[in-house]
């Protein structure tokens, strides 16, 4: 089995993936990867998860146009000179 | 070239990373495990010249530094390994090219450790010329492959150490230990100047084109001399190399290493490259039953 080695560096640190051990089960694997992550006190904690338990995601499709949700989705500069113009009105000076 | 394989070069050499589970050419990832296969074998190979002198350490602190670095090695192997079983290669096919010499493992591994002064000339300087290839790796566009670099970045550090620790112990001691210093250079310069390999351009080299690498062949050398060939000259040393000098420029000129012995060290005529892979056979023979029976487990 292939465990996916997620490694924390100080307490409160989020986990961070660090490489993968491969061993029979979880206590071979609690072993192997003590000695490769944390033989010089280098780590706060380690999270070994088996590699099949991992459901990645990856595909990002946006297919309802969800930009609205981001700052990106929103064209504030041009319409602001539309509206200026339209006022006959200029850009507030810096103060 | 097809669209997609152009688009994925154009990704990598704009700095793009690459993950296991990404489509990617096929040209690349042969390219990528043939780079990762041959850092691990040098890993794995890299421990037998100082594993040789564990038993005869001069003390005791000498002896545990040695065997936390070749613990350190072989943990890096392990971690090396991983990743090219990931892009598709089995381990046991990996030591089976290594074995029957169709694979590779780096130059500076095919030679004798005559002294405990080699043993601090490898540590030290070989280390050192090993270290700069690897912080290079740190931005491989292959991502896993770059991820495990910190830890092995991290670990090569305390080897430096270590090795410097060793040569200013004996450039400190007796004449005869200066000397044994002194000899062991003499031994190490040829090798350590055809490690970063020959000075093909950068834009010519297969793993630059696709960001395997960060750095040229040459360029990796000249970081080698400038970094330390101040360090060798400040203990008294002598580089064997009366053409060694920095140009006004600031680039190192040298004598032409010996691209012929490279190439016939590498591809296993090298002083202990039988030696070393006949004792790593019978090694992976003995200890068999251990895959075995913990796989089966």
């Given amino acids: 089995m292939i465990f996916e080695v997620f490694r924390q560096e100080k307490k409160g640190q989020a986990f961070a993936h660090a490489g993968s051990v491969e061993a029979p089960d979880a206590a071979f694997a609690d072993a192997w990867a003590r000695e490769q992550y944390g033989r010089r006190g280098e780590s706060a904690a380690l999270w070994l998860v088996p590699r099949e338990s991992i459901h990645a995601v990856t595909e990002w499709a946006d297919e309802f146009d969800l930009k609205y949700r981001r700052v990106d989705g929103y064209s504030i500069k041009e319409r602001l000179r539309i509206a200026r113009e339209r006022a006959g009105t200029a850009a507030p000076a810096d103060r | ?297």
């Fill in chain 2, 1 to 297: 070239m097809d669209t997609r394989t152009q688009e994925f070069l154009e990704y990598v050499q704009a700095g793009g990373q690459v993950e296991a589970g990404d489509w990617m050419p096929d040209e690349y990832r042969q390219k990528v495990i043939k780079f990762v296969e041959m850092h691990a074998n040098s890993e794995l190979m890299g421990v037998l010249p100082e594993r040789e002198w564990i038993l005869k350490a001069p003390t005791l602190q000498r002896k545990l530094a040695l065997t936390a670095k070749v613990q350190d090695e072989v943990g890096h192997a392990q971690l090396i390994y991983r990743v090219a079983e990931d892009l598709g290669k089995p381990r046991d096919q990996m030591f089976a090219d290594l074995l029957s010499g169709k694979a590779k493992f780096h130059n500076v591994f095919h030679y004798p450790t005559k002294t405990w002064g080699d043993v601090g000339v490898i540590a030290w300087l070989v280390d050192a010329a090993a270290i700069i290839s690897q912080k290079a790796l740190l931005k491989c566009s292959y991502a896993p492959y770059a991820r495990i670099m910190k830890k092995i970045c991290w670990e090569e550090s305390f080897h430096i150490l270590h090795g410097r620790d060793v040569i200013l112990a004996m450039v400190t001691g007796s004449d005869f230990q200066r000397e044994l210093v002194q000899e062991a250079l003499d031994r190490w310069w040829g090798p350590l100047m055809q490690f970063h390999g020959n000075p093909i351009p950068r834009d010519e080299d297969p793993m630059w084109l696709w960001r395997i690498k960060s750095q040229g062949n040459e360029e990796a050398r000249q970081q080698f001399l400038e970094g330390y060939v101040p360090q060798i000259r400040e203990l008294g040393l002598t580089v064997p190399d009366p053409n060694l000098r920095r140009g006004d420029d600031g680039v190192w000129e040298y004598s032409e290493p010996d691209w012929a012995e490279l190439k016939s060290v590498v591809t296993g005529h090298g002083p202990r490259s039988q030696d070393r892979l006949a004792f790593r056979a019978r090694f992976l023979e003995q200890e068999k039953w251990v895959r075995d029976s913990l796989l089966a487990a």
